[in-house]
Protein backbone atom coordinates (compact mmCIF):
# COMPACT_ATOMS: atom_id res chain seq x y z
CA UNK A 1 0.00 0.00 0.00
CA UNK A 2 1.12 3.89 -0.94
CA UNK A 3 0.06 6.77 0.68
CA UNK A 4 0.59 10.11 -0.45
CA UNK A 5 -0.78 12.75 1.12
CA UNK A 6 -1.72 16.61 -0.06
CA UNK A 7 -3.37 19.53 1.09
CA UNK A 8 -0.65 21.21 3.67
CA UNK A 9 -0.24 24.73 3.89
CA UNK A 10 0.15 27.94 6.22
CA UNK A 11 -3.08 28.96 7.50
CA UNK A 12 -4.20 31.86 10.01
CA UNK A 13 -5.51 30.88 13.25
CA UNK A 14 -8.93 30.39 12.45
CA UNK A 15 -8.70 29.30 9.14
CA UNK A 16 -9.18 25.61 7.62
CA UNK A 17 -7.02 23.70 5.06
CA UNK A 18 -8.41 19.85 4.10
CA UNK A 19 -5.52 17.44 3.79
CA UNK A 20 -6.26 14.54 1.05
CA UNK A 21 -4.38 11.26 1.62
CA UNK A 22 -4.38 8.81 -1.91
CA UNK A 23 -3.95 5.05 -1.55
CA UNK A 24 -2.63 2.47 -3.95
CA UNK A 25 -1.39 -0.97 -4.43
CA UNK A 26 -3.21 -3.52 -2.05
CA UNK A 27 -6.30 -1.26 -0.87
CA UNK A 28 -8.69 -4.00 -0.58
CA UNK A 29 -6.41 -4.98 2.37
CA UNK A 30 -7.12 -1.57 4.67
CA UNK A 31 -9.45 -2.35 7.67
CA UNK A 32 -8.80 1.21 9.02
CA UNK A 33 -7.00 4.28 8.21
CA UNK A 34 -6.19 7.60 9.91
CA UNK A 35 -4.72 10.61 10.18
CA UNK A 36 -1.64 11.22 12.99
CA UNK A 37 0.59 14.30 13.32
CA UNK A 38 3.97 15.32 14.90
CA UNK A 39 4.89 18.18 16.17
CA UNK A 40 8.67 19.69 16.15
CA UNK A 41 9.97 18.00 19.64
CA UNK A 42 6.82 16.31 19.90
CA UNK A 43 6.02 12.27 19.72
CA UNK A 44 3.80 11.43 16.78
CA UNK A 45 0.14 11.64 17.90
CA UNK A 46 -3.35 10.22 16.98
CA UNK A 47 -5.72 12.98 14.55
CA UNK A 48 -8.38 10.32 13.91
CA UNK A 49 -9.44 7.04 12.46
CA UNK A 50 -12.08 5.92 10.20
CA UNK A 51 -12.78 2.36 9.47
CA UNK A 52 -12.77 1.12 5.59
CA UNK A 53 -16.69 1.32 5.28
CA UNK A 54 -16.49 5.15 6.84
CA UNK A 55 -19.33 3.81 9.51
CA UNK A 56 -17.05 4.33 12.57
CA UNK A 57 -14.96 7.37 13.02
CA UNK A 58 -12.68 8.68 16.17
CA UNK A 59 -11.33 11.57 17.41
CA UNK A 60 -8.76 12.91 19.37
CA UNK A 61 -9.92 15.32 22.21
CA UNK A 62 -8.16 18.43 20.90
CA UNK A 63 -9.59 18.20 17.82
CA UNK A 64 -13.43 16.83 18.14
CA UNK A 65 -15.66 19.45 16.78
CA UNK A 66 -13.25 21.26 14.85
CA UNK A 67 -11.61 18.07 12.52
CA UNK A 68 -13.67 15.87 10.39
CA UNK A 69 -11.91 12.97 8.74
CA UNK A 70 -13.93 11.29 5.83
CA UNK A 71 -13.21 8.58 3.33
CA UNK A 72 -14.57 7.75 -0.05
CA UNK A 73 -13.41 4.20 -0.99
CA UNK A 74 -14.25 3.94 -4.33
CA UNK A 75 -11.46 6.76 -5.05
CA UNK A 76 -9.76 4.89 -2.12
CA UNK A 77 -8.76 8.60 -0.76
CA UNK A 78 -9.37 9.91 2.63
CA UNK A 79 -9.87 13.43 3.76
CA UNK A 80 -9.48 15.49 7.21
CA UNK A 81 -11.29 18.46 6.84
CA UNK A 82 -9.53 21.04 9.58
CA UNK A 83 -11.83 23.89 10.66
CA UNK A 84 -10.99 26.83 13.64
CA UNK A 85 -7.31 25.96 13.05
CA UNK A 86 -5.12 26.87 15.96
CA UNK A 87 -1.74 27.49 16.68
CA UNK A 88 -0.88 24.16 18.70
CA UNK A 89 -2.17 22.23 15.32
CA UNK A 90 1.09 22.97 13.71
CA UNK A 91 2.86 19.75 12.40
CA UNK A 92 3.50 17.34 10.37
CA UNK A 93 0.38 15.18 9.12
CA UNK A 94 1.01 11.49 8.39
CA UNK A 95 -1.73 9.41 6.70
CA UNK A 96 -1.86 5.72 8.01
CA UNK A 97 -3.31 2.82 6.68
CA UNK A 98 -3.73 -0.93 8.60
CA UNK A 99 -4.17 -3.81 6.65
CA UNK A 100 -4.98 -6.94 7.89
CA UNK A 101 -3.66 -8.85 9.69
CA UNK A 102 -1.76 -5.66 11.34
CA UNK A 103 0.49 -4.19 8.72
CA UNK A 104 1.01 -0.28 9.30
CA UNK A 105 1.63 2.01 6.05
CA UNK A 106 3.00 5.71 6.35
CA UNK A 107 2.91 8.40 3.74
CA UNK A 108 5.75 10.90 3.49
CA UNK A 109 3.45 13.70 5.84
CA UNK A 110 2.01 17.05 4.74
CA UNK A 111 3.26 20.18 6.42
CA UNK A 112 0.55 21.95 8.68
CA UNK A 113 1.67 25.68 9.88
CA UNK A 114 -1.21 27.90 11.72
CA UNK A 115 0.22 31.46 12.37
CA UNK A 116 -1.39 33.55 15.00
Known amino acids: VQLVESGGGLVQAGGSLRLSCAAS????????MGWYRQAPGKPRELVAT????????NYADSVKGRFTISRVKAKNTMYLQMNSLRPEDTAVYYC??????????WGQGTQVTVSS
Open 96 to 105: NAMTLPGTYY
Open 50 to 57: ITSGGGST
Open 25 to 32: GSTFNINV
